[in-house]
C-alpha cells in the first residue's frame, strides 16, 4: 500500500505561479512511477506530468514549457512546480503512485488549483 498526501494548492491570478507537493509513504520501494494529473469542471481527468523513477519525464503538450515535475528521493516527496499559470489550469490535481508488478494505482486527496483571470 501507499499513502499519498497532497498539498500547495490555492488561488493565484493568471501568469502566477504554484508549487505543489505530494509525499509518499508506505511500501514507497515498490513504486514505479509518480505523476500528477488534474480534473477540471465538466471535464474528464488528464494526465499533466509523470517521472519514473529513474528520473525521466514526460507532459502533456498544455504544460509544456511551463510546469516541471521533480522528486526529492530523501523526502519520499514529488513536486509540481508550475509557472505561467492560465485560468484553463484550474483544476482538482491529484498525486498519482504506480507501484508493484501490477502497476496497482495510489491517489491523494486532491488539491483544488483556481487560475483567476
Known amino acids: 500500500q501507499v499513502r499519498l498526501v497532497e498539498s500547495g494548492g490555492g488561488l493565484v491570478q493568471a501568469g502566477g505561479s504554484l508549487r505543489l507537493s505530494c509525499a509518499a509513504s508506505?511500501?514507497?520501494?515498490?513504486?514505479?512511477?509518480m505523476g500528477w494529473y488534474r480534473r477540471a469542471p465538466g471535464k474528464q481527468r488528464e494526465l499533466v506530468a509523470i517521472?519514473?523513477?529513474?528520473?525521466?519525464?514526460n507532459y502533456a503538450d498544455s504544460v509544456k514549457g511551463r510546469f516541471a515535475i521533480s522528486r526529492d528521493n530523501a523526502k519520499n516527496t514529488v513536486y509540481l512546480q508550475m509557472n505561467s499559470l492560465k485560468p484553463e489550469d484550474t483544476a482538482v490535481y491529484y498525486c498519482?503512485?504506480?507501484?508493484?508488478?501490477?502497476?496497482?494505482?495510489?491517489w491523494g486527496q486532491g488539491t483544488q488549483v483556481t487560475v483567476s483571470s
Open positions: 498519482n503512485a504506480r507501484a508493484g508488478f501490477v502497476m496497482s494505482d495510489y
Open positions: 508506505g511500501s514507497i520501494l515498490s513504486i514505479n512511477t
Open positions: 517521472i519514473a523513477i529513474p528520473g525521466s519525464t
